[in-house]
């Protein structure tokens, strides 16, 4: 198999964490390929046309986006534990976190551009937006720490553990640990997982 | 249930066809909820904290999101053929042509966005390099046209068939159909089911 990759996106990592706790890290060949919003890359469209990453080329030719497909895929693959529940009142709860954060990383990424903008461009209204829903969505994530902690460790806790480590990396002004103590505590230990400090984001790598 | 709707959401309209082809509709209380990028809506956040539509309110009050989750969850309830199919082969061409069709109208309803806005706010760069995704990934369809219309009627072909007809009502000026005869032929299938006659956008509402 063959993981378009980048050691920066978010998306990316929560596929990279579960190569790791499946143990089928060494089974997957890397090509790092640049995503950008306002800048297609042809070589990737090759096999993602939306110019996205993840994507996973299958051996048989077949290429798998967006992260939760490709997850989802790799989970069949391995004996371990699962990270998708079977149907069921767990399966639901752990895909809804999954589109909470998928959904809370998407808003982050248009944030982020935004931001980066010339002043001149930025809409103030579309700034106060996401920090509104951003605000809503990690209050909703505090009420619900302490089941975070207590339903173990699927695909749902990837994707919040994730969308908070992207938070530090990318919104350290947002300071999110100051009024969510319960779910700072919940990726204190998130964070010492050995597959999450084994993809903690790189500036150095290219 | 309760469903947070609107009679424009290319997303919300997945849900609406699957309620529609399963039997299930009668089961679903509609609350309009209107889900802007630059307004945040506080009655919809109570429920689903990104603002975001479709989101489904079930019996015991767990909510859930996005639309793949919502009609994964939907399919389970009906005793019809299914819209997922099981793992397999067939399960991930399902999941990847949905991220397709998904991903083209997260691309859209940002291309629209950017289309609206003033002038000297408008970046052209970003507006050519949607161009560019959405035709590489009309291109790709029309590859899979044949294929589609060989394979019956799952979520796949209820993404791409909501996607290709958001298309027709906010990028009329696109013509897509124009360099793409076999994915046109699929649609005009599709657009005759009484599902998808039912759910037409319909700007005379509110």
Known sequence: MKLHWSPRSPFVRK??????ETGLDAQVERVRSVAAIAVPNPALMRDNPLSQIPAL???DGQVLYDSPVICEYLDGLH????F??????????????????DGMLAILLLWRQERMKDA???LPEWL?????????CLARLEDEAAALARDGFDIGHVSVGCMLSYLDYRFPDLDW??????????????????????TVPDDAQA
Chains 1, 2 share one sequence.
């Open 57 to 59: 080329v299958l051996d």
């Open 79 to 82: 004996g371990g534990a699962g």
């Open 84 to 101: 998708f529940p079977p149907a069921g009142a767990a399966r639901w709860t752990a895909l809804r976190r999954q589109a909470l954060a």
């Open 15 to 20: 596929v990279a964490i579960l190569l790791l």
């Open 128 to 136: 106060a937006a996401f920090a509104t829903k951003i605000d809503a």
């Open 177 to 198: 640990r100051a009024a969510h103590p319960a779910l700072a505590g919940w990726h204190a230990g998130f964070a010492q997982r050995p597959s999450v400090l084994a």
């Open 120 to 122: 001149g461009r930025r």
